[in-house]
């Protein structure tokens, strides 16, 4: 991108056949930020293509572009609980280069419409230890501290903190 061009993100909802790029975003981000994430580069490599294409059939997942360039994901998840259902926003990222071109906003809506369609209520997230930007950006888009802090469960030495949105 050349000095003074600007460039807007679009967001995607891939098919199951985009499975290899699904991979390729989520290992950069994990490599990229690992301690952002209650999950590990080792682990998600070890993923087969039936494992990536299954999360793809879940619905959910959500890919920004800039051109033909995947620079971030998101997903949404249905989580079963005692309570009933909630519906989570997880695995966020967007590349660094991307930051500033609308990717995270673009991605954060486009899971907060997934878990709309689904008829959710309230969309929730977690943020790992002290991640003021992703705080940032979850509060710009209505999400709230719900005041529950619960260590992560890969690396119980740290903590996540969870945000909601109302989406009624």
Not at 62 to 91: I, P
Not at 104 to 119: I, K, M
């Amino acid at each position: 991108m050349s000095a003074g061009t600007t460039r807007t993100a679009r967001v995607t909802a891939p098919a199951e056949d985009d499975w290899a790029v699904v991979r390729a975003v989520r290992l950069t981000a994990l490599a990229d930020a690992p301690d952002a994430f209650d999950s590990s580069l080792d682990r998600e490599q070890a993923l087969t293509e039936a494992d990536w294409r299954a999360r793809l059939r879940a619905g959910g997942q959500r890919l920004a572009w800039l051109g033909d360039d995947a620079v971030g994901l998101a997903r949404g998840l249905v989580h079963e609980t005692a309570g009933g259902v909630e519906h989570h926003l997880v695995g966020m990222w967007v590349a660094p280069a991307a930051r500033g071109s609308g990717a995270a906003g673009g991605l954060v809506e486009a899971v907060t419409d997934w878990a709309r369609e689904l008829g959710a209520t309230r969309l929730f997230l977690w943020v790992v230890g002290e991640n003021g930007a992703a705080a940032a950006l979850y509060r710009r888009h209505g999400f709230v501290p719900t005041g529950r802090v619960q260590p992560l469960p890969t690396r119980p030495w740290q903590t996540e903190r969870q945000y909601a949105r109302d989406l009624a």
